[in-house]
């Protein structure tokens, strides 16, 4: 079958490298009921162009059927998430505004788990969050919050209402966008002319040498390296002249760019990290085909280590309905005859199952009260903050298990 053009440059020059099988929707749990009825499935598949070197999504979902009002996602719920969106805050606040009125502006707010903390720097701080019943949480705390995509018409408008924007910011959205060339018209619509986009998602080269197959979902429709993104950025008009790499969700990068124009200087840290993703293989075909080669053997060694467990009679659980979960257990089949449960601390997921496997998702609570021998962290980006908050279940003598970059009890 030949593969479809590249979502970016349209070239037919996108090179499919890891098929991932028939998949859910990553966030979509099931209840009692929808369990009897069929599931949205797509191909979960990922291919890498050689010509603007852009890892995407071969098939993409609709993004109305992913952010709605019964999202499941609250960004709130992880204490290393707010320490970490409270230090990026505060870099916002002491080194990139630069004007009291300006209005700065967060795409995929979300419940505010940033915006909250920029609106102590700026009174002029709106967030743009179409998952409804998210953003309403956020108008709770007094924030501002627009309730739809982000759009080239809305950018417009929210320039003519509230001014153009010192800093736009966004935490995990820009890989969810799908159109990012209307993306780029709504930077330039919103930004001043001096302003700043800050933009952090996760970064390919640490998805590559970690083997983190589990970050490839129907939301993230691209996997960014700071080459693919800085060309992606230049033909637009725009300009990255700064890249910092961060530890969260497993390895991400922040990205910070200006208008081509602008009077920023582009620092040294842009040209050093595309010459490591080079001396990487990021840019050719091969890095991807060995990426996916060690996927597959990571997968059979979970297979192998969960089985050999059963075998033995031991009690195993999953630990986080993670959307990252939905990839893990769907790909490597593994579903209710292995794990008891998933147990996570989102209110909203109790009593749901887990998308294509059927998992029942309990809460926390339900862990702690008759621990299992083994419990299997689908969120191995939190995994340190989840044994460290545990540490009752070690001494009951029950073990953790990972997956990543090969399955292992911790
Ligand atoms: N920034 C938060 C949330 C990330 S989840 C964090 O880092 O934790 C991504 C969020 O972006 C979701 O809440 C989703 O509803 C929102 N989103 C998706 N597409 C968007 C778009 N085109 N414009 C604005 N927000 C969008
Ligand atoms: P994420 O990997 O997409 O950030 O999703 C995190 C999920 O993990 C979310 O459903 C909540 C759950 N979770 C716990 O249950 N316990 C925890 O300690 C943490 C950090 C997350
Ligand atoms: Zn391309």
Redo the contacts with the bound molecule.
Sequence with gaps: MPSKPCRICGDDTLHPFLDLGEMPIANAFLTADQLRQPEYKFRLRTGFCSHCLMVQLIDVVD?KM???DH?A?Y?SI?RV?DRH?AGLAELIGESLLYDRELPLY??????G??LEKLARWNPNAVG????TN??EVARNKGLTVVG????PALANELAAKYGRAQLVV????LC??PDLKE?AKSLDGLLDEEGVFVF?DPYLLEIVTQLAYDQIYD?HVYYFSVSSLSRLFESHGLRLFRVQPIPV?GGSMRVFGCRAGSRRPTESSVGDQIELEQENGLGAPEAYTVFAERVAQSRQSLIDLLGNLKREGKRLIGYAAASKATVILNYCGIGPETLEYVCDTTPTKHGLFTPGTHVPIVPIETFAADYPDYAFVLAWNHLKEIVEKESAFASHGGKFITHIPTARVV
């Excluded at 967060?106 to 419940?111: L, Q, R, V």
């Excluded at 743009?128 to 998952?131: G, L, M």
Aim: net charge negative; hydrophobic share 40%.
């Design positions: 993004p992913l952010f709605h999202y996602y960004s992880s998430m969106f967060e795409i995929g707010s979300n419940d788990i940033l743009i969050e179409p998952s998210v953003a739809e995509f982000l759009t966004g935490g995990n959205v969810h966008i993306l952090e939301e969700h």
